[in-house]
Each structure stands twice: as structure tokens, then as C-alpha cells.
Nanobody, 125 residues
Framework: QLQLVESGGGLVQSGESLRLSCAAS????????IGWFRQAPGKGREGVSC???????NYRDSVKGRFTISRDNAKNTWYLQMNSLKPEDTAVYFCAARRGTYYGDCFLEYVYDYWGQGTQVTVSS
């Protein structure tokens, strides 16, 4: 059974850091496009960061320089290191994976085949 499980969310103060993890089971991560999305209260889900099949990393403008996406194929896990967190980063964060190659806009939700259940990140001011 294919499954993604996020962890690492929590409550932090502004300026602190968190690292989110997404562990994949039931498939090998090597040939998948991976991404992180978030959904704040009362808002739609938005792409935060993603890695395409060409290993190109992408970040939304508001997190550039603060967030870093990475993957460990040996552990079948990918990460989102979040530094200098701001209250506006408060949201439920989701990881997502797409089977097969893809070189287009990896911030599009329909690109992805699998989604995690989400992990809450709350940043207090």
C-alpha cells in the first residue's frame, strides 16, 4: 500500500526552525517528483517547495532563503527545513509525490498522485 506520512510539525516562536519529514512506504522514491504544500486557515492549498525529475528545486517567493527541500532516497524520505519562521507560515503542511518523470510546474496540485495526511505548523509572534 502506497503511503506518505509527515512528521515534525509543532508550535514554535517567530524566528525559530522546524524540519518536516515525509516518509514514503510502498514505493521507491528515486523516480518520483516530490513536493510540499500548505494550507492556512480559510485559504486554499498552495505550493511551498518541490523537486522535479531534473532535480530542479523550486520555492515560492515568500519562503526563498528560509526553507530548504531535500530528499534521502536511501531512507525513502524527503524533508523541508524551515528556518526563520514567521507567523504567516502557520498552516497545515502536506507532502506529495508523483510517480514518473515530470519537468513542468511542480506547484500544481493535479501533478501529484499521492498525498500525506498533513502536519500542523504554528508560529507564534
Amino acid at each position: 500500500q502506497l503511503q506518505l506520512v509527515e512528521s515534525g510539525g509543532g508550535l514554535v516562536q517567530s524566528g525559530e526552525s522546524l524540519r518536516l519529514s515525509c516518509a514514503a512506504s510502498g514505493f521507491t522514491l528515486n523516480y518520483y517528483v516530490i513536493g510540499w504544500f500548505r494550507q492556512a486557515p480559510g485559504k486554499g492549498r498552495e505550493g511551498v517547495s518541490c523537486i522535479t525529475s531534473s532535480s530542479s528545486t523550486n520555492y515560492r517567493d515568500s519562503v526563498k532563503g528560509r526553507f530548504t527541500i531535500s530528499r534521502d532516497n536511501a531512507k525513502n524520505t524527503w524533508y523541508l527545513q524551515m528556518n526563520s519562521l514567521k507567523p504567516e507560515d502557520t498552516a497545515v503542511y502536506f507532502c506529495a509525490a508523483r510517480r514518473g518523470t515530470y519537468y513542468g510546474d511542480c506547484f500544481l496540485e493535479y501533478v501529484y498522485d499521492y498525498w500525506g495526511q498533513g502536519t500542523q505548523v504554528t508560529v507564534s509572534s
